[in-house]
């Protein structure tokens, strides 16, 4: 009988040398007898087939809440009115259910917090003893928790003692974060390569909406420049169709009457001969003046100077067509936006004075890179101030008179 008993005792022994678990987190420091409050010592995890076993040991019994955390999926355990004996951290596990465990301090309000980082939405189950709380986790695959209780320790693959990890849990601590430290990097430069592209992108859209607005401007000048050359055409053609209806037509030559010279006297005849030649004198003057004025304007449209240009025609400027100045002016600055110099001639001048009215009249012969046209053209202009200014402007297939 002695030695039935003492053989029992012996196999006792051994199945609780067996069952030892390694401590995670821990503290060697012993709680005083007049400390009141409760301490969390050291935490516990080791693995099975069936689950994960996570042990909180204190000073004394613990009160708790659990929730769940997401991003990422976490088990939190809430610990109040506990003091942490070891420095609060993260390690990460060699687990199938479990991937890290990490401790948090609220000293505000003299609490802890223990996360359980998981892997899956698990079910797991919390057995409060004397001093501890045991908290299994089952595995993913399995529903019955229960089994994984009642598994004896020395079943579990491995343990780890958090508390005073080891070197080989901070290498891994260490693979771990350099791991997700790269991961982030590669992230960094995925997403300026990215940037890179769309601004490489939207610089290229950019460019090619400012060339299509070039082209657009350059397209509606030359509409207008066409539209222009389209009413010269159409102006001619009516011109040669009056001229076929006046051939057409019986023509009335007109009789010349002879008109009767009237005597003057010697004295009033040598009046009127001063006179006359001091009119002569002035028109010379104004007619160089005239001149000048138009062989300026000239220059000013050959030179495409939009400004010098208008500058020639009065505010009161009436086009062939009734346009006003503005939009004569707008005309021909989208027709000077076309590619080329032109080059415009004028022969065969011819003069008419009226006072303060003049009228030009010439034949021009104009040439550019899109058109070519010969016509005869009509100025007719007022003295503003001491310039000449251009109040009218049309052209025909055949010469216009002049005062």
């Not at 069936?50 to 991003?71: A, E, H, I």
Request: a neutral charge; charged letters at 25%; one cysteine or more.
């Amino acid at each position: 009988m002695y030695l039935k008993k003492t053989v029992i005792l012996f196999a006792l022994l051994m199945l609780l040398a067996g069952c030892k678990t390694t401590h995670i987190f821990s503290s060697e420091n012993d709680v005083g007898p007049q400390d009141t409050s409760n301490h969390l010592k050291r935490i516990t995890f080791a693995e099975a087939d069936n689950g994960t076993q996570v042990k909180l040991y204190g000073s004394r019994p613990f009160q708790y809440t659990t929730y769940k955390l997401s991003d990422p999926l976490r088990l939190a355990i809430e610990l109040p009115s506990v003091t942490l004996d070891f420095k609060p951290r993260k390690m990460f596990l060699k687990d199938k259910n479990v991937a890290a465990i990490s401790v948090v301090t609220f000293h505000k309000v003299n609490s802890v917090r223990v996360e359980i980082e998981l892997y899956a939405d698990s079910p797991f189950m919390i057995n409060k003893k004397k001093n501890y709380l045991e908290v299994m986790i089952a595995a993913t695959s399995s529903t019955a928790i229960g089994r994984a209780i009642s598994e004896p320790v020395q079943k579990y693959k491995g343990s780890a003692d958090i508390s005073s990890a080891s070197g080989e849990q901070l290498a891994d601590e260490k693979i771990e974060l350099n791991r997700k430290l790269l991961e982030s990097k590669q992230t960094i430069l995925n997403l300026e390569e990215q940037n890179l592209l769309l601004k490489q992108q939207a610089e290229e859209a950019q460019k090619q909406l400012e060339e299509t607005r070039s082209m657009t401007k350059t397209q509606q000048a030359r509409i207008l420049f066409m539209e222009d050359q389209l009413s010269q055409i159409e102006t001619r053609l009516a011109e040669q169709s009056q001229m076929s209806n006046n051939k057409s037509s019986s023509a009335v030559i007109p009789v010349p009457v002879p008109v009767p010279v009237p005597y003057e006297p010697p004295e009033l005849l040598e009046l009127l001969s001063s006179d006359t030649a001091k009119t002569a004198d002035e028109n010379a003057g104004t007619k160089e003046s005239l001149l000048e004025t138009v062989d300026s304007w000239l220059e000013s449209w050959n030179a495409e100077d939009i400004d010098a240009y208008s500058s020639f025609y009065s505010d009161r400027f009436k086009s062939s067509k009734g346009r006003g100045k503005a939009e004569f002016i707008k005309k021909k600055t989208a027709t000077f936006a076309l590619r080329g110099m032109p080059s415009i001639v004028i022969e065969r001048v011819e003069l008419g004075l009226d006072g303060d009215m003049a009228q030009v009249s010439f034949l021009q012969k104009y040439s550019s890179k899109t058109l070519k046209s010969t016509v005869w053209k009509q100025l007719t202009l007022t003295m503003e101030g001491n310039e000449w200014k251009i109040i009218t402007e049309i052209w025909s297939s055949k010469r216009l008179p002049v005062y």
